[in-house]
């Protein structure tokens, strides 16, 4: 191996969400120099507005600093990865590309159910684990206590782990010591073929979709003939480079090195994250292992509001999906909401992400219909129809079971609130399998539930019984059968497909009960009475009333000033343009959406 | 050539007080500026001299145009009659609140050619009254009233408002019978409508007062408009109700886009298919250079604004003339138009569009509908 490569270090940065990832990457580039403090922002890495508005990371953001250490100059090479569990996928991604993770541990909060999750993928990837105790500045601080969780729960040797404070920048040159001493540099070798990881990629709109890549083997450089594993084809790279953490051009890539490639790839989808670049001339025999195709497990219709704008929502989904894998989309029609698409998202927070991403990155009005799970469903003849979509569930007579994905719930909690957690997972139908003291002032409480439970308000329910201090992780094990109903609403007689769900049949009655007095808070008076009807299987089992509007505004013209008229005219104009007719009836964006959260004051 | 008759509104912009409920374009004002204002407004009359033009009518709103010396009221008369054709069998109506008329203000309308007087009556219910900020009694009214009568006017408007806070049915039905004993041949009935930023909306949002609630109001009109048929008044349009032959020329001239000079503070015309409109400060009117805010309507809004203010009347919105603007609404609206008739909000009759009788407190949703 060469010296080059002996001095380069790639890393990244896990923990639980809230931890301080972020704020300890700035802290890291401030502290080798790679930007200076004038161009500091806050959390330099978490470029997106909802990143840092929200204070999560959601994309991975590459940076390369140089560090001396004991007058050797040293490359680091960080990947920052998000810390939700929705985005466990885009982690393990990141962590195919290092050699090695620092874990954060909050040493006021302790060990978090992310913590131990995103540990174990680390291991799996057979990284070096580097455990820092961040936010020893603060008053609640326990040092000893969380060394002790780290040695117990996790299982890493604690004695010498770096005590710091990201946010004070105390400690810092601790980790940045450990980074060079503790993690391997990387193998590979320079003079084979080129073998490339991409671990991400993004569009721009001059360059053509680049891909962010780790380079096992080999080198590329500009006028390098490359080819996809996947798909075969080839393309000659129009420029290499690094990210600093802004992406400059560099010569070449080598083995060890993270950076970028273009290569004038028009199509989105041949840059497949995961997949493998090597030499077109030379291309290697075996291509690196890549990621596991990523399984949605949350669907919903996305719809725009202006029916024309469907042109514009693909764009948008396809530009999304080029920098987030895990979007997966087709088209969809709806007889209240016209054509649209069908997503399938990582997770809640996911699909809100995607969903504001839309809007405000594009500039699109959508509406997004209440978030499904995909169910296995046996008809009588034999058949399986995966069904995601509710309104797409066959007739009654035609189907023998349905099964709904189940989860593998662990629910981490300070002991006061086991009660609390118990009573909800039980609302949420879940099985009860196991709860063990981590130590005394956590446990964990572990349940099977229904995956489409989950995704139905139990994660604002657990943080509000638990005044936000319990935390969770899940993974699919499996299906189970399952009395499930198809919930249907109907809107002046007719029913409305976009507001359809699949419920369990137990709570089918409250649902609807519960959707019907939302939407008549929601849909405006119209010329005629709208009735409201919830029913299953044809049987109304709820039923309200929007009553008919009878009143208009009688004003006087006024010395012949039709201008007020005109004005309201307008307003009124503006405000039907933001509904969709649904039959006779107008409905505004607003009802699809009400019936996606329940209020906690209904 | 003949020409089609045009018709005047004069503003008057002055009140002795202000109503809670007003954001119309009136306020107090000392004898200088009235005097200044009328001044300006002959200046405004002569320059838009056309003895070519036909008048049909001329209204004199306001404000309150009754609050000031009739002698103002007299002069810009005469100036209208120097400066236009003004017909014979034109109607010259004027606005008068009950406090402020009197004999002699009267005699002096009638003698200079005004044939109609429009009374801003609101309620015959001294508790109403003083709530809205009316400074005058059920008692002035009547007076007020049967003064005109004894000056010969047979021609008399009552506007009356709906959804006065307090007010119920009973008390706005004694209204109307009051009026319909004193034969009133026209009366305007119009919702209370809180805008923004009058006494009225302040003393709702503080909770002093309670809004009447809207399907209240409705109820209210609709019942009116029963009580008003059984007494031979007919709607006419929207808010006017009228026995035979008293409905007001200028009135309807606005609902079917006839054209009219607007002279005064904020006024607006409607001219050769342009809209125009005034200042509405009052400093800039009188100090300034005349000069008009020109808004020329394009098709699409000469086409709503048809469809808006036609639809509003009896007589309905003429679908040749829509035709004619390039909107052939029975076919291109044709699902929406089958819609309304089946579920008899509208019908049509004569190419004409009309709103079925007890439908017109939704002619704004049936209006949306029928938009290009």
Same mark, same amino acid.
């Given at each position: ?154 299982? &890493? ?18 980790? &940045? ?144 999906? &080029? ?280 | ?36 204002? @009328? ?44 400066? @236009? ?19 002699? $203000?009267?005699?002096?309308?009638? =003698? ?50 709906? !959804? ?75 808010? =006017? ?11 309807? !001239? ?9 002279? !005064?503070?904020?006024?607006?015309? @409607? ?22 805010? $020109? ?47 089946? =579920? ?16 017109? !407190? ?11």
């Amino acid at each position: 191996m060469n010296d080059r490569q002996k001095k380069i270090r790639n890393f990244c940065i896990i923990a639980h969400i809230d931890h301080g990832k972020s704020t300890l990457a700035d802290r890291l580039i401030e502290k080798t120099g790679t930007v200076s403090k004038r161009e500091m922002s806050e959390q330099l890495l978490d470029s997106m507005d909802i990143e840092r508005e929200r204070g999560i990371t959601i994309k991975l953001t590459p940076t390369r600093m140089f560090y001396n250490y004991k007058g050797e100059e040293y490359t680091l090479n960080l990947i920052d990865t998000p810390g939700h569990v929705d985005f466990t996928y885009e982690v393990s991604r990141s962590l195919a590309a290092c050699e090695g993770a620092i874990l954060i541990v909050d040493a006021s909060q302790g060990v978090e159910a992310q913590t131990i999750a995103n540990t174990y993928l680390a291991l799996d990837n057979n990284l070096e684990i580097l455990p820092v105790l961040n936010k020893i500045d603060l008053p609640s601080a326990n040092i000893e206590k969380c060394k002790k969780e780290i040695e117990d729960i996790i299982g &890493l040797p604690a004695d010498d782990i770096p005590c710091i404070s990201a946010k004070d920048g105390i400690n810092i040159d601790d980790v &940045l010591n450990q980074i060079v001493e503790k993690i391997p540099c990387p193998k590979g070798d320079i003079n084979s073929s080129l073998k490339a990881l991409i671990f991400d990629s993004f569009y721009d709109n001059f360059k053509g979709a680049i891909c962010f890549v780790r380079i096992f083997d080999g080198t590329v450089k500009v006028g390098s003939q490359i080819m996809m594993m996947k798909t075969g084809k080839t393309y000659e790279v129009t420029e290499v480079g690094v990210f600093c953490p802004a992406m400059k051009q560099t010569d070449i890539l080598s083995s060890g090195d993270v950076g970028y490639i273009c290569a004038s790839i028009k199509n989105l989808s041949d840059t497949k994250v995961g997949d493998t670049i090597t030499d077109a001339l030379n291309p290697t025999k075996e291509a690196l292992a890549g990621y596991k195709e990523v399984q949605s497990v949350v669907f919903s219709g996305i719809f725009p509001v202006d029916g024309a704008k469907y042109g514009e929502l693909k764009d948008a989904l396809e530009k999304l999906k &080029l920098n987030d894998a895990s979007l997966v989309f087709m088209p969809e029609t709806s007889i209240a909401l016209g054509f649209g698409f069908r997503c399938g998202f990582l997770g809640l927070l996911h699909m809100e992400i995607i969903t504001e991403r839309l809007e405000r990155e594009f500039n699109l009005d959508i509406i997004t219909t209440a978030p499904s799970v995909s169910y296995h469903v046996y008809k009588t003849n034999g058949e399986m129809l995966e069904v995601s979509n509710p309104s797409m569930l066959p007739p009654i007579s035609e189907i023998d079971r349905i099964e709904e994905p189940m989860i593998k719930l662990n629910v981490y909690t300070p002991p006061e609130y086991v009660g609390a957690i118990m009573d909800l997972c039980q609302d949420k139908r879940g099985v009860f399998i196991d709860m063990q003291y981590i130590e005394k002032t956590r446990v964990v409480m572990k349940y099977h539930m229904p995956l489409a439970e989950m995704i139905y308000d139990f994660f604002d329910n657990l943080k509000s019984r638990t005044r936000g201090y319990a935390s969770l992780d899940y993974e699919i094990y499996g299906f189970m059968p399952s009395d499930l109903v198809k919930l249907d609403i109907m809107l002046n007689g007719e029913i409305c497909d976009a507001l359809s769900l699949i419920t369990h049949k137990d709570k089918a009655y409250a649902r609807g009960r519960q959707i019907a007095e939302k939407l008549k808070k929601v849909i405006p008076r119209q010329l005629f009475e709208v009735p409201i009807q919830a029913c299953v299987g044809g049987k109304i089992i709820a039923r309200e009333t929007v009553s008919a509007m009878r009143k208009d505004v009688l004003a006087k013209c006024y010395g012949g000033d039709i201008s007020r008229k005109r004005k309201l005219l307008e307003k009124q104009k503006a405000g039907k343009k933001r509904m969709r007719q649904f039959g006779s009836v107008e409905l505004p964006s607003e009802a699809f959406i009400s019936i996606l959260k329940t209020d906690d004051n209904d | 050539m003949t020409m089609t008759s045009k018709m005047i509104y004069v503003h008057i912009p002055f009140c002795d007080s202000k109503c809670y409920y007003c954001n119309f374009c009136s306020s107090i004002y000392s004898e200088k500026i009235k005097k200044n204002y @009328f001044l300006k407004l002959t200046e405004e009359i002569k320059l838009n001299k056309n003895k070519n033009i036909n008048i049909s009518s001329i209204y004199i709103g306001g404000g309150t145009p009754s609050s000031v010396d009739e002698k103002y009221i007299k002069t810009i008369i005469e100036e209208l009659y120097k400066n @236009f054709n003004i017909l014979k069998n034109a109607e010259i109506t004027i606005e008068a609140n009950p406090c402020s008329i009197n004999k002699n $203000k009267l005699l002096c309308y009638k =003698n200079c050619g005004i044939n109609r007087i429009s009374f801003g009556v609101q309620s015959l219910n001294n508790k109403c009254l003083k709530i809205i900020g009316r400074k005058n009694t059920k008692k002035q009214a009547i007076n007020a009233i049967k003064l005109a009568r004894k000056c010969e006017f047979n021609n008399i408007n009552a506007d009356v408002l709906i !959804g006065i806070p307090n007010q119920n049915y009973l008390i706005l039905k004694n209204t109307i019978k009051n009026l319909i004993k004193l034969k009133i041949p026209h009366i305007s009935c119009y919702m209370l409508i809180n805008e923004k930023g009058t006494k009225l909306t302040d003393l709702i949002e503080n909770k002093k007062i309670k809004v009447v609630n809207e399907d209240k109001s409705v109820e209210y009109y609709n019942k009116i408009f029963k009580y008003l048929k059984m007494h031979t008044y007919c709607r006419y349009e929207i808010s =006017n109700f009228a026995k035979d032959n008293f409905e007001c020329k200028h009135n309807i !001239g606005y609902w079917q886009l006839k054209e009219y000079y607007g002279f !005064g503070l904020s006024a607006h015309s @409607f001219i050769d298919g342009s809209r125009y409109s005034n200042t509405s400060i009052m400093q800039e009117y009188l100090n300034n250079k005349l000069e008009y805010k $020109k808004e020329k309507p394009s098709k699409t809004q000469q086409i709503e604004e048809m469809i808006m203010l036609e639809l509003r009347t009896v007589y309905g919105v003429d679908v040749k003339q829509l035709k004619n603007l390039g909107y052939d609404i029975v076919k291109e609206k044709k699902e929406e138009i089958d819609f309304l008739v089946k =579920n008899k909000f509208i019908f049509l009759k004569d190419n004409h569009i009309k709103i079925c009788e007890d439908k017109f !407190g939704v002619t704004n949703q049936i209006i949306l509908k029928l938009l290009p």
